[in-house]
């Protein structure tokens, strides 16, 4: 079994010991906030931002204790962010639904629920704790559920960053005219981490389409790299949280600090 099957099956579990009734989640979405356009924020002239509160990582292990997710995404937004990434998969990054609330009532930035959206069920869920963007990655959904899950995340209002990491999967992608596409350069097969993934699959990416470099980034220079292959926007986590000063690591990251 891989990485990726693995945390999957954990998902599952996870989410068939916390489903609630359709009628609780009916009465939760409709006092959701509203939905915030995170599309624009990933298409501005210079290079953006996604910030993510992240514990753990399979690869990495514990990264830090982030006992105030709220506060970390509010320094997030202070210092410049364009969309807050919140992490709700529990087993390998130490995330939680009570993240997302907690960072939701804290900023007014577009978020993004990064988790492994493998059930319907999930899509409303992430609305109803006011998710304004999922993630839907290729390597774990079928053709069907791509295409399904994607005109899913429409009807309730939410943008789909569609996640890549081969030439394959990136076909598969824009297949369904998305209006984001996440390269991932590791493979979360085997969890290596290759940067050619994005000199190689990002420039194949129409410039109408928000281009978000994701995975190893933790200096300008690698911001660079990306942004010189067409990237609009970086997604990190773990060079910030580790950093000490997110604010300070953040300007390092987009130039605005020697």
Sequence with gaps: MSVLDSIIEGVREDLAARRVSLAQLQEALEVAPAVRDCLPNLL??????????KRSSPSKGALASITDPAGLAAQYEEAG?????????????????????????SIDLPILRKDFMVDEYQFYEARAHGADVVLLIVAALSKNQLEDYFHLSKELGMRSLIEVHTHDELERALEISPDIIGVNSRNLKTLEVDARAFSELIPQIPSSIARVAESGISTRLDVEFAHEHGATAILVGEALVRSGNPNVAMAQLLGRLA
Aim: hydrophobic content about 45%; cysteine-free; glycine content about 6%.
């Design 81 to 105: 962010a364009h969309v807050v990434s919140v992490l709700t998969e529990q087993r390998r990054f130490g995330g939680s639904l009570a993240d997302l609330d907690a960072v939701r009532k």
């Design 44 to 53: 501005t002239d210079e290079i953006s931002l996604i910030a993510e509160v």
